[in-house]
């Protein structure tokens, strides 16, 4: 073994030379990497403390969040934001320092979820109470196998920038408040502008009018000014048809100034009076034409109506009670005349006087008169000659008569009471047309009328076997009327109830207190009653129903039209109802007017 | 009868109408009165100046002196004897102007008969 032993030491030591050799070149090498690394130490140390500084040095709150949303670091911005101090900020819950901290929750998860969020709005509370409003900008960070370490989150403090854009919205508010009363301000002003423009319209239109009135009134003037010649070109015409008519109207006419003294006379003044204008003109009317009443005596000057109505004692005169006026040549003539104060200003300053020679006149009332007087006597003195010596004869002043003589004698007497009736009808109804008849208004007790009209046919309707019953209201008033003629009324609606009813038949009459103020008197019959086709006929004068002509020959046709033309004078009514073979039912009322309760 | 017989009352009728004026004497007689008739105004009048009477009895229209002239006169000459009128006319004009004179009553012929009118006779001169 030791022959070999020299070869091996050799390679023995070759070999630990190459593993020294070696060994120095990896020590060679570790030298430069340990130099290399503390290079980079250096570097990442001075890398890190730069970055650290960056960090501290940002104004805006800077923090790390870890996933479980603790606070992992901060920054200076954000202990100063906050007011709490580094050591108490890590590892306490980001969302803490927030007013809406589930926002902020929400906020980090999203950047956890996304990766990022940009201008997340936050306001951060500090310790103090004070409010930052900040927009926050994040997102995450990742080791070098992509696992996410935690949240970077970089705050923007926007406190400014609200308060600006407070300010702005306040402003921009002010401004629309101000916009709005501009707006106010330029509506009103619309509103003024358009009043104004009215009333510069209307002013336009007020001128335009005043130029057409001024216009007008131009064309008036000259309407006026051709109007006024018209005028008294027509005042000339009319003065002249005046003067026609008054110098041909049939009535004399005089005017008076307020001395009474004639201003004016027209032509048939003149020629009924027989002066000549120019002789009574300026003279007394009074004196100039004297008056007479009816018995012939002068009328004096102070009664003479011309007198009264001149001294304002009288306004209107109508002269109805008959007098005389005495001509130029002193005869006279009946008058009648109307009176008038001619009055200016309240004052009278004349009158007017138109007469009448009433001459004809009182001739035709003096006919009508006499006619009705002669008609009486002329057919009433054979009447009462063939009445009263029946009469003698009946009455056995010249002896006695056989008992066939006696019935003679009576159907002559009967015949002659009926002619008698007959005249006094036709003259009653010849009066009421005349107008003759005097009608004397009193105060008329109508039950007592009627009561006597019925005692005057109580022989009639126990003959006819009449049941007769009457119903008087014993309370009501007396009317105004003239008994006389009132009579005739129930007179012929009773005589004719009675006339035109059969034997056995109703009669009822009866008197009360209409509802209007008048008397209702009403007669009711069970007789022949009136055709339908003639009830219009009923009242007329002459006319006679056909159911009756033949079963009663002593009518006239005149009762019901003299009733009629009463009660109608009278201010009342008549009418009736009536079927035929049923019978007839009369109405009349009466007004009663200023009349006296009864007692 | 014999009551008007002894007194004998004196009635003086005037009226022109003869029949009726008989008519009147006749009745009036019968029953005692002494009747006188004559037949117009005027005759009336001067017979009542003459000769006095109980009643007149007097028409109203008659020739030369009607009714109305004859109570005219009569109140004139103050000729106070009672007078019935007895005529034909009825209007109411007429009857106004017979009762200004205070005539007893009016009697419108035809329509009374004989017997009223002797009993208002009868009446007046009891």
Sequence with gaps: MKLNNNSTTENIARKLEILAREKESTRKKLAITAKQLAVTAREVALSNKYSRSLIEASLDPLVTISPKG?????????????????????????????????KALAGYKKVFKEGSVTDYPLTIRSRTGKLTHVLYNASVYKDDKGK?????????????????????????????????????????????????????????????????????????????????????????????????????????????????????INKSFEEMLGWKSQEVIGKSM????????????????KERILTQVLSGKKFVADLTNPFYYIRKDKSRFPASSI??????????????????????????????????????????????????????????????????????????????????????????????EMGTFIVESKATNMIKLAQGVIDEHKLQISEKKIKFTHAFNKKIPFIQADPKILRMVIQNLLSNAIKYTPEGG?????????????????????????????????????????????????????????????????????????????????????????????? | MNFYMKSAKKILIIEDEKTLARALEVKLTSIGFNVRVVLNGEDGVSLLEKESFSLILLDL?????????????????????????????????????????????????????????????????K
């Design chain 2, 61 to 125: 229209i008659m020739p030369k002196m009607d009714g109305f002239m004859v109570l005219e006169d009569l109140k004139a000459k103050k000729i106070k004897t009672p007078v019935i009128i007895l005529s034909n006319l009825s209007q109411e004009n007429d009857v106004k102007r017979t009762e200004v004179y205070g005539v007893k009553d009016f009697f419108i012929k035809s329509n009374t008969p004989l017997t009223t009118i002797v009993e208002r006779v009868i009446e007046i001169l």
């Design chain 1, 506 to 599: 109703k009669v009822e009459a009866s008197i009360i207190l209409g509802s209007d103020k008048n008397i209702l008197f009403k007669v009711s019959d069970t007789g022949y009653g009136i055709p339908t086709n003639q009830q219009n006929k009923i009242f007329t004068k002459l006319f006679r129903a056909d159911n009756v002509v033949g079963k009663d020959t002593e009518g006239t046709g005149l009762g019901l039209y003299i009733a009629k033309s009463i009660v109608e004078r009278s201010g009342g009514k008549i009418w009736f109802e009536s079927s035929e073979n049923k019978g007839t039912t009369f109405y009349v009322t009466l007004p009663l007017k200023k009349s006296k309760i009864t007692h």
């Design chain 1, 286 to 301: 009074v004196e100039v034409v004297p008056r007479e009443d009816a018995r012939g005596t002068a009328v004096l000057y």
């Design chain 1, 70 to 102: 603790k606070i992992t670091d901060v920054n200076e911005a954000t202990i100063k934001v906050t007011g709490v101090s580094r050591q108490e900020l890590i590892s306490t819950d980001f969302s803490k320092y927030f007013t809406e901290p589930k």
């Design chain 1, 148 to 264: 996410v370490l935690g949240v970077f989150a970089a705050a923007r403090d926007c406190t400014q920038a609200k308060k600006a854009t407070e300010q702005l919205e306040v402003t921009a508010k002010q401004l629309a408040a101000v916009a709005k009363e501009k707006e106010s301000t330029r509506q009103k002003l619309v509103v003024t502008a358009k009043q104004l423009a009215v009333t510069a319209r209307e002013k336009e239109s007020t001128r335009q009018k005043l130029v057409i009135t001024a216009r007008e009134l131009k064309k008036l003037h000259d309407t006026l000014e051709k109007k006024v010649l018209k005028r008294t070109r027509d005042l000339e015409q009319i003065r002249s048809r005046n003067e026609a008519i008054l110098a041909s109207i049939g009535d004399g006419l005089v005017v008076v100034n307020k001395e009474g003294e004639i201003s004016y």
């Design chain 1, 339 to 432: 009176m008038a104060p001619v009055v200016l200003n309240g004052k009278i300053i004349g009158a007017v006087e138109v007469l009448r020679d009433i001459t004809k006149e009182k001739e035709i009332d003096k006919a009508k008169t006499e006619f009705v007087s002669l008609a009486s006597h002329q057919l009433r003195t054979p009447l009462s000659t063939v009445n009263w010596y029946s009469e003698m004869l009946l009455t056995g002043d010249v002896g006695e008569v056989t008992p066939d003589q006696k019935k003679y004698l009576e159907e002559i007497y009967h015949g002659n009471q009926r002619m008698v009736d007959l005249v006094n009808t036709l003259l009653d109804v010849s009066r009421i």
